[in-house]
């Protein structure tokens, strides 16, 4: 009966408000990622996430992007399994030694125009990993990165907004050639 008792005395538990001005956020950024990576490489963007040595925080957030609530895909947005296919690279946690040669390696074998945003604070700097002796340094020692996504771990929309960053970097620099 106590039971019964707490179902009817508890009162309906939602999302507060501010859910829906998220939602519309995360709807014009990734309409804008869309957008831009139609002009940069004339479809849709192709995502290609590695982790590097991560502690697995920032790959669920990176996972979260493909679930029913955010669903990316309806705006164009796609991970793919080969760097061969992808435009954007995400790449988590510090990285370790057995990881440098094949981040490296993921890196060449994704065509140009690409884009590398380091996801995390551990990508950015090491974060708590930093001066273990299975780190060889952050993605940043061994690839050119475009955007740091800061946080631990950062939220959906940061990564979002991270990506809008690199496509908005990637396309002054074309800007800047055209121009010269």
Not at 35 to 43: D, P, S, T
Not at 132 to 137: C, K, P, T
């Given at each position: 009966m106590t039971l019964v008792k707490k179902i009817w005395t508890t009162p309906v538990v939602t999302e507060p408000?501010?859910?829906?001005?998220?939602?519309?956020?995360?709807?014009?950024i990734a309409r804008q990622i869309d957008?831009?990576?139609?002009?940069?490489?004339?479809?849709s963007l192709h995502i290609r996430e590695v982790d590097a040595g991560s502690c697995n925080g920032c790959e669920i957030e990176i996972v979260?992007?493909?679930n029913p609530y955010y669903d990316l895909e309806r705006f164009g947005l796609h991970f793919v399994a080969s760097p061969r296919h992808a435009d954007c690279l995400l790449v988590t946690?510090?990285?370790?030694?057995?990881?440098?040669d094949?981040?490296?390696?993921?890196?060449?074998a994704t065509p140009g125009p690409k884009l590398v945003v380091a996801v995390g604070d551990c990508a950015r700097d090491c974060g708590?990993?930093?001066?273990?002796?299975?780190?060889?340094?952050?993605?940043?020692?061994v690839v050119p990165v475009d955007?740091?996504?800061?946080?631990?771990?950062p939220t959906p929309p940061m990564i979002l907004s991270g990506i809008l960053a690199a496509l908005e970097k990637r396309e002054q620099r074309q800007v800047e050639i055209t121009q010269q």
């Open positions: 408000q501010g859910v829906i001005i998220e939602d519309a956020q995360i709807e014009i957008e831009r990576a139609r002009k940069l490489f004339g479809r979260a992007l493909n946690g510090p990285v370790t030694r057995n990881m440098a094949p981040l490296r390696r993921t890196y060449e708590v990993f930093a001066g273990g002796y299975g780190v060889f340094g952050p993605v940043s020692a955007v740091v996504v800061a946080g631990c771990p």
